[in-house]
């Protein structure tokens, strides 16, 4: 019995067996947190947003997802015209593809059998949400930020990603107003897939660069 | 909006970031000051970010290129292959003009 519990169990007399609380994980009220709340409050106690409108947008965010982008790149895979016209001008072809743009402009980086892309935002978490959704957290990690643009090949085997040395590396820091999204290559046998069998090949990680597509 | 600043590279202009240390909301990472690179395209222009972050407009808008650079001139003791390439969006403001060597 443990150093709390060394009474007699009488069942007859109910009593309260209380577990050692668990720390809450929500409920640290950290520097940007409460500028965050601030600001908000503020914004809605002058009538220029409301909470609705706060907590929709939140919606739409999280509603985002890497299916956007495995869209674009299926079509592109398929359809040479819409290929050129997304490297020309990434933000038209997400549009054309149903994805709502932002004021951030989308350039599309085309991986081939001589260039391997990669991105990064060395400064803060720059990432194409539009097309891809909220990042993942290691893409915010100081490890990933500062690592890949000083030891690419190293960080990219990593991932299991292995660049033959005959390949060119190109890593993209997103550092101002334009973000990017990789065209990985099409894997092979895939020549009778549908658009949406193949844009269930593509992955987040393929569209960041970390990863290839495979084979299915 | 106010006219822009004019641009002044184009692609494969060969520029080199200036080496200067300002304080504030600067998006010019520290790794490429003073290193020598090609600009890859011009983006367009864009208020200026290190303006916007203390409430001002940032106008007029600066030019933002999209500048290549050689790892092995970022890092000199690069482990990687000597063709690998860094592209980095910079302002106008922090480049000039170099020679092709």
Redesign the interface.
Known sequence: MSGEHDHDHDESAPHIHRSPPRADLDDTLTYYRAMEAAVRELLIEKEILSAADVRRQIEIMDGRSPDGGAKMVARAWLDAAYKQRMLVNGSQAAEETGLKGGPLKLVVVENTPSVHNVIVCTLCSCYPRTVLGLPPDWYKSRNYRSRVVREPRAVLAEFGTVIPANVQIRVHDSTADMRYLVLPMRPTGTDDLSEAELAKLVTRDSMIGVALVGSP | MPESIAIRFNAGDRVEVRAAYPIGHV???F?VRGKQGVIERV??V?PN?EERAYGRPGLPPQP?Y?VRFL?RD??PD????P?????????QHWLERKQHP
Do not use: A, N
């Open positions: 998006r010019t990472p790794y983006c367009g864009f970010p933002l999209r790892h970022v890092w690069y482990s990687g292959e063709f690998d390439v860094l592209e980095v969006e910079i302002y």
